[in-house]
């Protein structure tokens, strides 16, 4: 069965540096976005992405994040300097498109572990 | 802000009776709506999306949406241990393609 796959697992990084989140999405898929899970709150949306533009994105997402699909493949999530308040479960997700808009059928992968120290 | 509501829990039910998931949502213009299944540690993992008022069953799930109340439930009959988890309801509110959701409630399953 397809899936999403995310790199790394987990990450520890310093605070102040750059991190970058991986993912591959569905193959046909169309839709890709990154949420994000602090440690026993809730999943909160991070940024949309479709037709290599973002479509839509929350006031977390501000200029110390960026994403890109640099190829047919991946999709990436860059935080330029990373904050203690980022340490966080990093979600990806994809999902096909229906009536030509999205269908809220999201497909996550196993997401990625962001420690800042 | 577009809110999505749910009671945290825990809920624990005994193994075989019927569990009981209630959401509700603040946009009355909202009109798809999802429930997610989280393992401790895991990632959400679609159960059911409903997009009509009325009732929509998918084995031991049945899906309730009442848009005049603004209220989505879920119903999981013959509980098993297998259940336990959090659920999560999400929506996507008019105006936007972004799925919300909301903080889960977190269901044990009694042996």
């Known amino acids: 069965e397809p899936e999403v796959t995310q790199t790394p697992s987990h990450q520890v990084t310093q605070m102040g540096q750059e991190v970058i989140l991986r993912c591959v999405p569905i193959s046909n898929h169309l839709y890709f976005y990154w949420y994000r899970q602090i440690l026993g709150q809730k999943v909160e949306f991070l940024v949309s992405?479709?037709?290599?533009?973002?479509?839509?994105k929350s006031e977390i997402f501000d200029d110390q994040f960026s994403v890109e699909r640099p190829d047919g493949s991946n999709f990436t999530l860059k935080i330029r300097s990373t904050k203690l308040e980022d340490s966080a479960m990093y979600f990806c997700?994809?999902?096909?498109?229906?009536?030509?808009?999205?269908?809220?059928?999201?497909?996550f992968g196993e997401g990625s572990r962001l420690t800042v120290l | 802000q577009k809110e999505v509501e749910q009671n945290s829990g825990p809920l624990s039910v005994p193994e075989g009776a019927i569990a009981s998931l209630n959401c509700t949502y603040s946009d009355r213009g909202s009109q798809s709506f999802f429930w997610y299944r989280q393992y401790s540690g895991k990632s959400p993992e679609l159960i059911m999306s409903?997009?009509?008022?009325g009732d929509k069953e998918d084995g031991r799930f049945t899906a309730q949406l009442n848009k005049a109340s603004q209220y989505v439930s879920l119903l999981i009959r013959d509980s098993q241990p297998s259940d336990s988890a959090t659920y999560l309801c999400a929506v996507i509110n008019s105006g936007n393609e972004k799925l919300t959701f909301g903080t889960g409630t977190r269901l044990t399953i009694i042996p």
């Open positions: 992405f479709y037709n290599n533009e973002i479509s839509e």
């Open positions: 409903i997009y009509s008022n």
């Open positions: 997700a994809s999902s096909y498109v229906a009536g030509g808009g999205v269908t809220g059928e999201l497909f």
